[in-house]
């Protein structure tokens, strides 16, 4: 594997000095200095776009020699496209002829062929952790591996601003999955104090961020809704009893305004995160706002959701990543199904030359052409947002004769005026999506969680 892998030389750099600290050595300046670094990954994260590339075709090569030499999977799979490693001479050689997986993808060949599809590229004695996903879908990773997975989070955490003096409250689940362990080897990595709180339990999650003074947090924001409402109720004040300062928030698509609306709630600042289970942490967002950096431990390619070719540079389009550091199973070309708005390639006031990525619009199956249009439900979601008592929406598309008819379904709390509200709903959705939609509101719970965002009766 890459020499130039996660946590190569800045780890032992710091890690392991400090782990030898003797009384020679200053433990409290080596932090003061670590604190005031601007970036995680200096020696990466200052690359310019050609010395970035560079590095990443350096480590790509050596991965596809392991994934072929030692994953029957990816043996076959590169076999059958008649590509060897040794023809990657490029990352457009790459793009252009190395196959994609897919999630769907793994968990067939997983079933296919037992337990591993034939990822797995490490004998079972070098794992460290093994991952259980629903499908059933199994990640094993080596300790390597699983650092490397700390290292992706540990760039996005310090680019939010959390330092070694935070103290941090994992709420995400443990067990079976990866989320809850990898951001608790993240903030240890970054240096923070860790309670592994874990999913559930708010009331218990309000008092220890207030008794132990919890400075951060990694969370879904349905999470802060539910911590407010028990903070209420407990007669706490969010901003004066907890010291909640810098809240990571990943792959939900909140409207802007929503995540000023939490940041002034709670008197904190809030980064979103763009990563998933199989790949860490892939964007992230600096002081700017201005998108999410993608990481330097990642491939990302922006391919067209339906020929799968390379976009024109800053288009959208769903988002294709390859993990340049997993050995036991590594990740090549993965399909997230996660489609992007656009991409921004001009400099950000960070210093990171890195593009970012826009937001997060849909998934591939959930953004329907209608009217020649692509429909992205974040529109939809940002269009409605002002309406007070609109709640969760479904769009259901059909062709009773010769056009396409969109109807969107929007829940409605009890005291929304239905009649009065819809032809300003109209309007603003029009503007939003660019096409007329006919509008359906529907009782509040009609649509629970788990309705398919499209109903495209245009199939049947
Ligand atoms: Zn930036």
């Given at each position: 594997?890459?020499?130039?892998?996660?946590?190569?030389?800045?780890?032992?750099?710091?890690?392991?000095?400090?782990?030898?600290?003797?009384?020679?050595?200053?433990?409290?300046?080596?932090?003061?200095m670590?604190?005031?670094?601007?970036?995680?990954?200096?020696?990466?994260?200052?690359?310019?776009?050609?010395?970035?590339?560079?590095?990443?075709?350096?480590?790509?090569?050596?991965?596809?020699?392991?994934?072929?030499?030692?994953?029957?999977?990816?043996?076959e799979?590169?076999?059958?496209?008649?590509?060897?490693?040794?023809?990657?001479?490029?990352?457009?050689?790459?793009?252009?002829?190395v196959?994609?997986?897919?999630?769907?993808?793994?968990?067939?060949?997983?079933?296919?062929?037992?337990?591993?599809?034939?990822?797995?590229?490490?004998?079972?004695?070098?794992?460290?952790?093994?991952?259980?996903a629903?499908?059933?879908?199994?990640?094993?990773?080596?300790?390597?591996?699983?650092?490397?997975?700390?290292?992706?989070?540990?760039?996005g955490?310090?680019?939010?601003?959390?330092?070694?003096?935070?103290?941090?409250?994992?709420?995400?689940?443990?067990?079976?999955?990866?989320?809850?362990?990898?951001?608790?080897?993240?903030?240890?990595?970054?240096?923070?104090?860790?309670?592994?709180?874990?999913?559930?339990?708010?009331?218990?999650?309000?008092?220890?961020?207030?008794?132990?003074?919890?400075?951060?947090?990694?969370a879904?924001?349905?999470?802060?809704?539910?911590?407010?409402?028990?903070?209420?109720?407990?007669?706490?004040?969010?901003?004066?009893?907890?010291?909640?300062?810098?809240?990571?928030?990943?792959?939900?698509?909140?409207?802007?305004?929503?995540?000023?609306?939490?940041?002034?709630?709670?008197?904190?600042?809030?980064?979103?995160?763009?990563?998933?289970?199989?790949?860490?942490?892939?964007?992230?967002?600096?002081?700017?706002?201005?998108?999410?950096?993608?990481?330097?431990?990642?491939?990302?390619?922006?391919?067209?959701?339906?020929?799968?070719?390379?976009?024109?540079?800053?288009?959208?389009?769903?988002?294709v990543?390859t993990a340049?550091?997993?050995?036991?199973?590594?990740?090549?070309?993965?399909?997230?199904?996660?489609?992007?708005?656009?991409?921004?390639?001009?400099?950000?006031?960070?210093?990171?030359?890195?593009?970012?990525?826009?937001?997060?619009?849909?998934r591939?199956?959930?953004?329907?052409?209608?009217?020649?249009?692509?429909?992205?439900?974040?529109?939809?979601?940002?269009?409605?947002?002002?309406?007070?008592?609109?709640?969760?929406?479904?769009?259901?598309?059909?062709?009773?004769?010769?056009?396409?008819?969109?109807?969107?379904?929007?829940?409605?709390?009890?005291?929304?005026?239905?009649?009065?509200?819809?032809?300003?709903?109209q309007?603003?959705?029009?503007?939003?999506?660019?096409?007329?939609?006919?509008?359906?509101?529907?009782?509040?719970?009609?649509?629970?969680?788990?309705?398919?965002?499209?109903?495209?009766?245009?199939?049947?």
């Amino acid at each position: 594997m890459p020499a130039a892998g996660v946590g190569g030389g800045r780890c032992a750099l710091y890690g392991g000095a400090r782990l030898a600290a003797g009384p020679e050595i200053n433990e409290t300046k080596e932090t003061e200095m670590l604190a005031d670094r601007q970036y995680w990954a200096p020696e990466l994260e200052a690359m310019t776009m050609p010395q970035l590339r560079a590095n990443h075709l350096g480590r790509l090569k050596p991965l596809l020699e392991w994934a072929y030499n030692n994953s029957p999977y990816y043996r076959e799979s590169f076999d059958a496209a008649g590509i060897r490693p040794a023809d990657v001479d490029s990352l457009e050689t790459f793009s252009a002829r190395v196959p994609f997986i897919t999630k769907e993808g793994i968990i067939e060949a997983e079933q296919a062929k037992p337990t591993y599809g034939g990822f797995l590229a490490v004998p079972t004695a070098d794992l460290a952790r093994i991952y259980v996903a629903p499908g059933p879908i199994y990640m094993p990773f080596t300790a390597e591996d699983f650092d490397g997975i700390a290292e992706t989070c540990a760039v996005g955490m310090w680019a939010a601003g959390v330092r070694p003096s935070d103290i941090a409250d994992v709420t995400t689940n443990y067990h079976w999955v990866i989320a809850g362990t990898q951001l608790d080897a993240s903030y240890r990595k970054v240096g923070c104090a860790v309670v592994p709180g874990g999913i559930g339990n708010t009331k218990m999650h309000v008092e220890a961020m207030r008794d132990l003074g919890v400075t951060t947090t990694f969370a879904f924001s349905t999470f802060f809704v539910q911590l407010a409402e028990t903070a209420k109720e407990m007669g706490l004040d969010l901003r004066r009893d907890l010291k909640l300062r810098v809240a990571l928030i990943g792959g939900e698509m909140k409207p802007k305004e929503a995540i000023a609306e939490l940041e002034a709630q709670y008197d904190m600042k809030v980064r979103e995160i763009y990563g998933t289970a199989d790949l860490a942490v892939v964007g992230f967002e600096c002081d700017a706002r201005a998108g999410m950096h993608l990481g330097p431990h990642h491939i990302v390619e922006i391919l067209d959701p339906v020929t799968h070719q390379p976009v024109p540079e800053g288009d959208g389009g769903e988002i294709v990543v390859t993990a340049l550091f997993r050995k036991a199973m590594p990740i090549i070309r993965y399909r997230t199904g996660d489609v992007v708005g656009y991409v921004s390639y001009d400099s950000c006031s960070c210093g990171r030359h890195t593009p970012r990525l826009g937001p997060i619009v849909g998934r591939v199956g959930d953004i329907p052409r209608v009217k020649g249009m692509f429909i992205v439900p974040k529109q939809i979601q940002n269009a409605l947002y002002p309406f007070k008592g609109l709640r969760r929406f479904q769009m259901v598309i059909d062709r009773p004769q010769l056009g396409d008819v969109l109807t969107v379904r929007i829940e409605a709390e009890p005291g929304v005026d239905r009649a009065g509200s819809k032809a300003a709903v109209q309007k603003a959705l029009r503007e939003a999506i660019r096409i007329g939609a006919e509008i359906d509101f529907v009782d509040a719970g009609m649509l629970p969680e788990g309705t398919p965002l499209v109903i495209d009766l245009r199939r049947a």
